[in-house]
Every structure is written in structure tokens, then in C-alpha cells.
């Protein structure tokens, strides 16, 4: 092993330890936040787990009968299924495994971004990508409770690191062509990634569906081929929530293909009480900003009408929405905005929790990145710009020449455009950006890629 090699396997293990230590502590001092349930993922796991059954518990339920469970899809199922596996004997889940699966989480997020930015940039990029990824206090703060972003972010850059490897590749390139399976095989796995991400958030429904569409232009020259690889993926897809939705008619009685909590969260976005804190709310500092007391939301909400039907239940919560949304447009185009700078403002709101310096250190690092990701656009603006353009260059026989190794980024640029839009209407707020963090950590690392070297694409 001669001393470039040393240095590199010395400069793994340390980073290693750094990504054990960092994660790790911080889940060991924040262990006491996984015994939340602040989204019903515990007692589905546990339900699963002791009754065979999706769903919420009626009493005491014993795994001789499934009668004391009542099925649901008020959830999307991976996360709770994957939960189910590491309850106990006593039919709890205790917060040890759960710690652990989640740190297994954040090793691989970190990992997959790293050399997502290696193959695109540099080696020093992925080192700082890699980097940000690890300390990013959204990223830590979600470890230690038991919801999907820990999860979701991890599918997401496995997602985008497949088709970088796998997906986007040249097809006359021979090497790729050896070191690659077959182009199906390639499609297979990337329709089974995607299925997994919706199966976690059905909002992942629309990425993956940009990214079907993009498939056009990537991978064989042949039409059939890259026709064949489409199919294949959207098979995969189809079918994957072809059975959460068979379930859900035959458990459920209603063909449910992502969850029957859309309504909550396009309702909790659009409602009187929001729209009037939106009117009224003076202008404060990005520190200071208070969070919007919905205390007067849950009441009105409990006073809907309910049949104990969550389909129904469901329903109703839609049309609450809509009439608000109906009655108020004005506000609501403008709550639009309001969500769409909530998902991506660098500082959190101001809660009874949380104090000035926390807010400040977590904005301030937010900040910072986006001025990296500013940068890194300046120094390489000229990527984005043929030196010589001419029309026939746009010829959409050229795109696919034109698309070069950008292609690349594609996944990264349609999961901002999903987030963007899909949390501009229902509810939003910095957290459910999680799964774009590594995207953003890998702009930010493209600040110190050459502009002569293959990373210029950024």
C-alpha cells in the first residue's frame, strides 16, 4: 500500500469515527426523544408487530387474535412496517434499536452523499459534503425522533446515487458497459428505490414521476431500450402501490393508494386561523419570528363532523380546505409564498422551546450553506451557457448531447421542484426539508470543484 493510499484509508477511518461520534453522541444525549410518538409510527409498529395488522390498537391486543386492531392507512407503510421488526417480546419498542437503525441511516445518507459528490465533483467536494450532511442540525434533530426524515433522506440519495452509477451513464461508453448490469436490471432497482421513497412519503409520487419523465433522454441511444427501461421502472412502481392499495380496499374498504391524512395537512395549511395570522402578524426579526399558535385550529377541528370512517374523515378535511381556500383566494396565494419561504428559511420559528442562541446557531449554519450554494452558481455560470450558440443547437434531436453529464443532477433538481411545490400548498415547515439537505450540502461543495473537470455541470 504505498502512501497515497495510507492517507486516503486513514482519512475514512477518521471520518468514520467523526460520523460515529457526532451522530452517535448526539443520539445518545437526545435518547429520551424517541419514546415521542408524535405521529402514530410507535403504536402502528407495535400494533403490527403484536397482532399482525396495520393499524391502531382497540385494547389490549394479543397475537393470538386480530380482532383488538383496528386497520388503517392513515400512515404510509415502510417506516412503521421497518419499526415493527425491532419491537420486543414484550410487545414494546424500546428507544435502543431504534437509535441504532436510525445512526444506520445516517452513516449510509452520509456515505452515498459523499461519493455522489465525488463522482460529480471532486474529492475534496464530497469530503465537504459529506461534512455538512453530518453536522446539519435538521438532520440530527430528526434522528432522534420517531418520523420519516431520517429514512426519507436516505432513500432519496440512494435514489439519486443509483442513477448516477447506474442510470445516467453513457451507453457508448465501454467501461460503463462492463462495470453495469443489464440496462432492465439497472431500471428494476431504480423503480424499487423509488417505490420504497413513495411507500415512505407519497409526495415522492411526483418526483418519481419526473423522473420517469426524464428517462427519455438518459441512458441507450436505442429508442426501444430506453423504452424498455421506462416500462420497467413504472412497473415496479405500479405494482408496488398496486398492493398497498389492494390492501387498503379489502382492510380499509376504500382504494387508498398513499395515506388518509392528506386532508389534515392541506386543512392545516389552509384554515381561518392561519389565513389570520398570516393578516395580522407584524414583521420581526428571522430569530424572533413566533410560530403560529394553532391552538384554535385544533379546536375546530376536533368540532368537525366525524363518522369514525378515516376515508370519510378524510374527505371532510379536504372540503374544509377548499371552501377556505374558496372563500379567501388573496390569502391563499399568498399563504402559497408564506409555506414555499417557510420550507426553506434558513432560521426556525421562535417556539417556548427553543432558545435565542439555538435559533441563531442553526440559522446562521442554514445561511451559510445557502451562501456557499451562491457561490458555487457564480463560479460555474458558465456551465449553464454554450460558448457558441446557435438555434439549430436546441434541436430537440440535440438534447441529449447538449444534457451531457448534468443529466446527473436531474433527481436533485426535480426533489426541490416536488418539495417546492407540493409544500407550497399543503403544510410546510424547515423539517420537511430534509430530504434535500444533501442536495443542498453537494451544491455547497461545488464551490471548490474545477471548472476544467467533469464537475463543471454544477
Request: proline share 5%.
Amino acid at each position: 500500500m504505498n502512501g497515497r493510499a495510507r492517507s486516503r484509508v486513514t482519512s475514512c477511518l477518521i471520518f468514520l469515527l467523526a460520523v460515529l461520534f457526532v451522530r452517535g453522541g448526539f443520539l445518545f444525549s437526545r435518547s429520551t426523544g424517541l419514546s415521542d410518538d408524535p405521529d402514530a409510527y410507535r403504536v402502528i409498529a407495535e400494533t403490527l408487530s403484536q397482532t399482525g395488522v396495520f393499524g391502531l390498537p382497540m385494547g389490549e391486543a394479543t397475537s393470538a387474535t386480530n380482532e383488538l386492531a383496528r386497520p388503517s392507512a392513515f400512515r404510509p407503510p415502510l417506516y412503521p412496517w421497518l419499526l415493527s421488526w425491532l419491537v420486543g417480546d414484550d410487545g414494546k419498542l424500546a428507544n435502543t434499536p431504534v437509535a441504532v437503525l436510525h445512526g444506520l441511516f445516517g452513516v449510509l445518507t452520509i456515505g452515498l452523499t459523499w461519493d455522489i459528490a465525488r463522482r460529480l465533483i471532486s474529492v475534496r467536494a464530497a469530503w465537504i459534503s459529506a461534512g455538512l450532511v453530518l453536522i446539519d442540525p435538521i438532520l440530527l434533530w430528526q434522528s432522534t425522533l420517531v418520523m420519516t426524515e431520517t429514512i426519507a433522506t436516505l432513500l432519496v440519495v440512494m435514489v439519486w446515487w443509483w442513477w448516477v452509477v447506474r442510470i445516467a451513464v453513457d451507453d457508448q461508453d465501454a467501461a460503463s458497459r462492463e462495470r453495469s448490469p443489464t440496462r432492465i436490471m439497472n431500471a428494476f432497482v431504480l423503480g424499487g428505490l423509488l417505490l420504497l421513497a413513495i411507500l415512505c412519503r407519497p409526495t415522492f409520487l411526483v418526483w418519481a414521476a419526473m423522473i420517469l419523465a426524464s428517462m427519455v433522454w438518459v441512458g441507450p441511444v436505442c429508442r426501444v431500450r430506453r423504452a424498455a427501461m421506462i416500462g420497467v421502472t413504472t412497473v415496479v412502481i405500479a405494482l408496488g402501490i398496486g398492493v398497498w392499495t389492494l390492501r387498503n380496499v379489502t382492510a380499509v374498504g376504500y382504494p387508498v393508494w398513499g395515506t388518509t391524512h392528506g386532508g389534515y395537512t392541506l386543512l392545516l395549511a389552509n384554515n381561518d386561523s392561519f389565513y389570520d395570522y398570516l393578516e395580522t402578524r407584524p414583521w420581526q426579526l428571522p430569530w424572533r419570528n413566533e410560530a403560529w399558535d394553532a391552538s384554535d385550529f385544533f379546536t375546530e377541528f376536533e368540532s368537525l363532523p366525524r363518522s369514525g370512517d378515516e376515508r370519510a374523515d378524510d374527505r371532510v378535511a379536504y372540503d374544509a380546505a377548499r371552501s377556505t381556500i374558496a372563500d379567501r383566494p388573496e390569502i391563499f396565494w399568498y399563504s402559497c409564498w408564506v409555506r414555499l419561504t417557510r420550507l426553506w428559511q434558513p432560521f426556525p420559528h421562535a417556539t417556548g422551546d427553543r432558545s435565542t442562541a439555538s435559533i441563531l446557531a442553526v440559522g446562521l449554519f442554514h445561511s451559510f450553506v445557502y451562501l456557499m450554494v451562491f457561490a458555487a452558481m457564480v463560479r460555474h455560470r458558465g456551465a449553464f451557457h454554450p460558448r457558441q450558440w446557435h438555434p439549430r443547437q436546441w434541436h430537440p434531436r440535440r438534447w441529449r448531447s447538449h444534457l451531457g453529464t448534468g443529466i446527473a443532477l436531474w433527481p436533485a433538481i426535480a426533489l426541490v421542484v416536488t418539495l417546492s411545490g407540493v409544500h407550497a400548498v399543503y403544510w410546510s415547515n424547515p423539517r420537511m426539508r430534509s430530504p434535500a439537505i444533501p442536495v443542498i450540502a453537494i451544491a455547497a461543495a461545488a464551490i471548490v470543484g474545477r471548472k476544467e473537470s467533469s464537475c463543471s455541470s454544477f
